[in-house]
């Protein structure tokens, strides 16, 4: 018997990783350009120039014993430096280098911080539609994924259901906003609510509730009204896992952080439960020549103005051709309400105008699907026609307007 | 309650860590070049001069997005098609692209391995000495660690104690030849006949047992007349974990690869195990840069030569002195005997001639000392006399020959 779980796991591929493939096999057939894969969260913006020179330049000039060579488990001490200042220097922390584990990307942030508080039995509450991985990485750690769904129509926090999901068993929360996959950002009120909410519940039951904030989207929020609050500042027992993957348009090197809040009084053991569950899952240390970069270009991003037209052009549109959006504040995911009931069978029907797009039920959520618009601004110009025609499928009353 | 076995696991530092650390004091106390660090693994060679022109072709010529984006789970078909390619080539395998997963290093390799394979309540067999961290890896997938004693003296393997180690829970064997901390290689024979075991053990019991190769240090053997055998052409159910760390001298970077030998008949769920159990432990994929610089580069090695002289110089010494030496053929490591019976004692009293080594103790083997000889040459020279004032401290009777 091999671990039966880990087998169908690695058998079993994800929705969107079918709709990929299939994605490719299409495009075979009728040329790339006529089909519009809005299946994956590939950025389609490049990495900004910053890192092209910070790279050639560190090759150029850094000894390879040192540039190569481990660095020290939770990663070196200078980038963990810089990171803690520019995040004290954002949000007003005081956070040191110690407070900061390097990562192999946003995945290996969870997994380990997960690892690091998760007991057999423990329960992990989050809210739906949620990035469907968690799953995977809670139940792997021996947790069981509690799932709160979101206000229909707006997926913010629900509290009702938030406050019957709690339990004594309830060791973490994960957020994710901007979120995977509706683009919807929690405003400070909500934060602040969620925040008092975990505490009170914690100090009436006796518990330590964690709040993991994960974050691969915080520079993609799009417009100067709206702001994601830094969770540090409104709860002691959070922890924020980061990656550079969309912020910097590096998601295959795998580069990201855990930030650990010094504000709770057992940060010490937190921290050094994420160095020992690091080690536990054999992550030595983060990408030596990516931290060196990550410690030249910390404050860069990647030009996300394109994915702010995309989401303006396609919102737009999507609501002309009588679509029911939900207003994707940032990230560069778009979740729209399925005109059947069956959003598969929604997807299925967008096939036919070589529109690829992914059912919300994999995320935890009925009814609805999720477009990735990190494209090019031509596909999604050239894909307007096909929704439009998708929207006049279903006669939906804005498609004639 | 955070989960108390990754938080100790964090707070315990390691007897080699703990000397790393006393070393760097020490030698801002007296000047770095008069302490004699052997206590770390960390290759003094650089990477080949292929590695930096390869890195600086990548980087000028493709595409960001490209070369930044995600690659599948199991990495770049091209980048394992190459590498099944040279291995088929080496060993007369008949690998394929779908046989090699890329890895973030070694230690992934084997932690997505053994998440694989075990089940709560497995065995997982290794020969002292062996790597500490195997311990980790093997209690994080569920599994009890169960150790064999090596032929005191040789450290080859012993087949009785093995006999008496097997039993029906048996899920895996971790061989690692070249050795670290020994540098004992397993030759022909001695592999032939563990598979041979194994192989009857398994048939007589109705147990499947798999035999895990863990090959950081394979390019490193330094006589032509020792040959570290390919483990896939002479067992079944076996997995090849590999990494570049040492032989392209990039510990940091942190890539490697898990190959799956197709000869076994549950080849495709064992492969398909091997990807669910990276999904679970959150390896997205490994660092495309270093995936690509690979396909580059994947026949080339650091000059290794100076670890061969370096060995041969300190070998032939600690012998002159009295010293007791398990003859190492590879690795970058050599084990000598304590001339008293507690070997940290001995360890110890090193430091007083500014002689940095690590008791074997915690390679799960009494009465020995690992040096690390992957230094530089002058230090192995200006370390000779430190050795030999140490021998006569002993009276040893080569110290005065």
Chains 1, 2 share one sequence.
Not at 186 to 199: A, D, I, N, P, Q
Not at 217 to 231: N, Q
Request: proline share 5%; charged share 25%; net charge neutral.
């Amino acid at each position: 018997m091999l671990n039966e779980k880990n087998v169908q796991l690695g058998k079993v591929r994800s929705e969107i990783r079918e709709l990929f493939e299939y994605g490719k096999k299409r495009k075979a057939e009728i040329g790339a350009e006529n089909v519009f894969d809005f299946s994956l969260g590939n950025p389609s913006v490049p990495a900004p120039p910053e890192v092209k020179k910070a790279l050639e330049d560190i090759i150029a000039t850094v000894d390879p014993v040192v540039l190569h060579g481990y660095t020290s488990a939770q990663g070196d001490f200078n980038v963990r430096k810089t990171i803690a200042d520019y995040i004290n220097l954002r949000f007003k922390t005081q956070l040191d280098a110690d407070c900061i584990y390097m990562t192999c990307g946003a995945a290996a942030s969870l997994t380990i911080t997960l690892n690091a508080l998760v007991n057999a039995g423990d329960e992990v509450i989050t809210f739906a539609p949620f990035f469907p991985e968690y799953r995977v990485f809670a139940e792997h750690a021996g947790a069981k994924l509690v799932i709160v769904q979101g206000e229909e129509g707006t997926f913010q926090i629900d509290f009702d259901n938030l406050a019957r999901a709690l339990s004594p068993k309830t060791k973490a929360v994960i957020i994710n906003s901007p979120n995977n996959p509706s683009g919807v950002v929690y405003g400070e009120k909500t934060v602040e609510k969620l925040c008092r909410m975990l505490e009170e519940y914690g100090k009436a039951h006796g518990v330590k509730i964690y709040l993991i904030s994960d974050e691969p989207y915080r520079e993609l929020v799009f417009d100067d009204s709206v702001k994601a609050p830094y969770i540090m500042n409104f709860y002691g027992r959070s922890i924020v896992c980061y990656s550079y993957s969309k912020s910097l348009s590096l998601p295959g090197e795998r580069i990201g952080y855990i930030a650990v809040n010094n504000k709770m009084e057992e940060y010490a053991d937190v921290y050094a439960g994420v160095c020992g569950a690091g080690r536990a899952l054999g992550y030595v240390c983060a990408p030596n020549l990516f931290q060196q970069l990550i410690a030249r270009v910390y404050d860069k991003t990647s030009d996300i103005s394109v994915y702010k037209r995309n989401r303006d052009e396609l919102c737009a549109a999507l609501k002309e051709y009588g679509f029911k959006v939900v207003k994707p504040d940032g990230a560069f995911y778009l979740f729209v309400a399925s005109p059947e009931p069956e959003a598969k069978a929604f997807c299925e029907r967008a096939k036919k105008f070589e529109l690829l797009i992914v059912a919300g039920d994999d995320f935890g959520v009925k009814g609805y699907a999720r477009i990735s618009y990190c494209v090019s601004p031509q596909m999604i110009k050239k894909s307007l026609p096909a929704f439009k025609a998708l929207a006049q499928s279903y006669k939906l009353c804005g498609g004639e307007k």
